[in-house]
């Protein structure tokens, strides 16, 4: 991740990111002017994303033209895009293609942003835009999506924390939205005990992204001894799914963690487990972050 400050010796910065991974290779690169008065800068953006699972790969371009603002407890980007999508399922290749209006907020309210014990984060999304694609009914489409953590402290020794995700997109039947406006879910950060983003509707054979979905995940976690107090133990319990209309299907896992409350941010490391062993058994993640 590199970002430079003087683009070109103007008040401009430029900010590209590159991800290389086992399953998504990813750039990600922002054009942006400096804050103005009330924090707000303009910005020209594009990525270009594969995303492969296990049933599947997505090749993905987008190109982003907004306004954000950001100050210590709100988030705020307006912004109106345009991407394709192309989609391989052995051999089949499906593509889709739309330009979106769109609106993304992250609200926050922590004791701590980096090490949170207490508080909640609110993350909205909306947009509407047009689309078109293989085989499919050329048309307008709506998505939204919220996610709420909260973190609340129980007693002096036990610390939870609970969160709930949701998402919809709205289409006319037979209608396509790019594969980045769907859902899918499984993973780290969504329903552990199942691969990345291995959970969603079968299309053309393979999972694919749904329009709609739903996780959860409620945690305990407790320090491991008061010598090692930035260490600590944890239970959770995760469920969820994508999944299209009137075909929802509930996953879930259960498991144990560590935790390590670095300077720099939170570690973890999970064991999880799917429940009725509908998932590939006993799974490692690893995330850092909050």
């Known amino acids: 991740e590199h970002v430079y400050r003087r683009v070109f010796g103007q008040a401009a910065t430029a900010h590209n990111k590159i991800e290389w991974g086992a399953k ?3 750039w990600e690169g922002e054009l942006s002017g400096l804050p103005s008065e009330g924090f707000y800068r303009n910005l020209l953006g594009g990525a270009v ?51 979106s209006l769109n609106y993304h907020g992250v609200w926050r309210n922590l004791d701590s942003v980096i090490l949170p014990t207490q508080g909640l984060i609110v993350s909205a999304q909306t947009g509407v835009g047009y689309s078109h694609g293989t085989n499919a009914v050329t048309g307008p489409f709506a998505r939204l999506y919220a996610r709420v953590t909260g973190y609340l402290p129980l007693g002096s020794a036990w610390f939870s ?19 980045s406006q ?4 499984g993973g780290d950060d969504s329903v552990r005990g199942y691969g990345y983003l291995s959970l969603g509707p079968i299309v053309d054979g393979a999972v694919g992204g749904g329009d709609m979905l739903f996780t959860s995940s409620v945690e305990l976690a407790r320090p491991v001894s008061a010598n090692l107090p930035s260490v600590w133990g944890a239970v959770f319990v995760d469920a969820g799914n994508a999944f299209n209309a009137g075909d929802f299907d509930l996953a879930a896992g259960v498991g144990v963690g560590l935790r390590w409350r670095s300077p720099v941010g ?15 058994g006993l799974r490692l993640h690893l995330t850092i972050g909050p």
């Open 24 to 26: 998504r290779q990813a």
């Open 49 to 99: 994303e594969r995303l492969e699972t296990s049933s599947d790969t997505v090749l993905s371009q987008r190109l982003r033209l907004g306004r954000t603002r950001d100050t210590t407890r709100i988030e705020r980007l307006y912004f109106v895009e345009s991407e394709r999508s192309v989609r391989r399922t052995g051999q089949v290749e499906t593509s889709a293609v739309g330009t």
């Open 161 to 179: 924390q609970g969160r709930i995700e949701l998402g919809r997109v709205f289409m006319r039947p037979g209608g396509v939205a790019p594969q």
């Open 182 to 185: 769907l859902f899918r879910a």
């Open 266 to 280: 939170l570690v973890r490391v999970d064991l999880a487990q799917p429940v009725a062993g509908d998932g590939d």
